[in-house]
């Protein structure tokens, strides 16, 4: 049996119609499914609890939808029993798609899941934050500073009533990322890598910790990241003006990325992060609200998906 989880709102509503066409396919080869459509934010998360908590026999979930609707799935698992995770990638950015290469044609994905060859052993960040120490998983990247007020001011578009139905695409990212960069200025703070490594930064515009490569439709922050090391790989962007944090970016962007003066580079296990002023928080894409003070970590090796 096959639990899909599918968000049809994902892709500025783009995924309605590929669930449709995917029904149909699995429909003729007379594949046993069970389909669970979300409506509103956090439904993902509950399905995946729902499917999976208490359950000890094994459960293949698919989600088809973006980022955003994988970091549901993902942070409503209950790893009570064998858990393995299939992604159709029908969202803006999919990130995560582009890291794994996986199909980007929904028939060929749901093919590939249907007949897999291939598992991989990933792992997965957990964010901390709040006053209340909230909690969050993140599976391809989370990020304090300037690409938390990109995600966040997207929400907010994609939310409005007249954008609720267009898909904006990677082009999104590149003209509220411009934006965001035009109104953002700095701020003070400091690491401290596995509990050990201090590191004071003055001028920090954003920090992003990696466990796939990519970020924000195609920004290649972190290109020596692994999803299979165990490892966050940290992107820390500081110092520079604004001028050579555009270039960083477009570079990022095209994917030939060079050395940056301001652009710092870690690999660890666990992070805190204190900033001197709340700054916007994303995981995976998703609003974290603002923040000063937050606290990531890798958990290794315990995501098993198809690839």
């Not at 938390?148 to 267009?166: F, I, T």
Request: charged share 25%; hydrophobic share 35%; glycine share 12%.
């Amino acid at each position: 049996m096959y639990y899909f989880i599918v968000n049809p709102s994902a892709g500025g509503g783009r995924c309605g119609k590929i669930w449709k066409r995917l029904e149909r396919q699995l429909e003729r080869q007379g594949i046993a499914y069970e389909a669970f459509l979300t409506e509103r934010s956090g439904d993902a998360a509950g399905y995946a609890m729902k499917l999976t908590e208490g359950c000890r026999d094994p459960r293949i979930i698919i989600t088809v939808g973006g980022d955003g609707t994988m970091n549901e799935v993902l942070d409503g698992l209950a790893f009570c029993g064998p858990v393995t995770l299939g992604y159709i990638p029908a969202g803006s950015g999919n990130d995560l798609a582009r890291s794994l290469k996986l199909p980007r044609r929904p028939s060929r994905a749901l093919r590939k899941i249907l007949n897999p060859k291939y598992y991989k052993l990933m792992d997965y960040g957990v964010l901390s934050y709040g006053e209340e120490m909230e909690h969050r998983r993140f599976l391809v990247s989370a990020g304090i500073g300037l690409d938390g007020a990109v995600c966040q001011n997207l929400e907010c578009l994609r939310s409005g009533k007249n954008l609720n139905k267009v898909s904006l695409g990677r082009l999104s990212y590149i003209t509220e990322g411009v934006r965001q960069l035009i109104l953002s200025y700095p701020v003070k703070g400091s690491l401290l890598l596995d509990g050990s490594q201090r590191v004071e930064l003055n001028h920090i515009y954003f920090i992003s910790a990696h466990i796939h490569p990519f970020e924000g439709g195609g920004f290649r922050f972190a290109p020596g990241a692994d999803p299979c090391d165990g490892k966050l790989t940290l992107c820390v962007v500081h110092h520079g003006g604004k001028r050579k944090l555009f270039l960083f970016l477009v570079s990022s962007f095209l994917g030939n990325q060079k050395k940056y003066r301001g652009v710092r580079s870690y690999s660890c296990r666990e992070v805190e992060i204190h900033m001197e002023r709340p700054v916007a928080l994303h995981a995976d894409g998703e609003n974290c609200r603002c923040q000063r003070d937050v606290h990531m970590r890798c958990i290794s090796g315990k995501v098993r998906m198809i690839v």
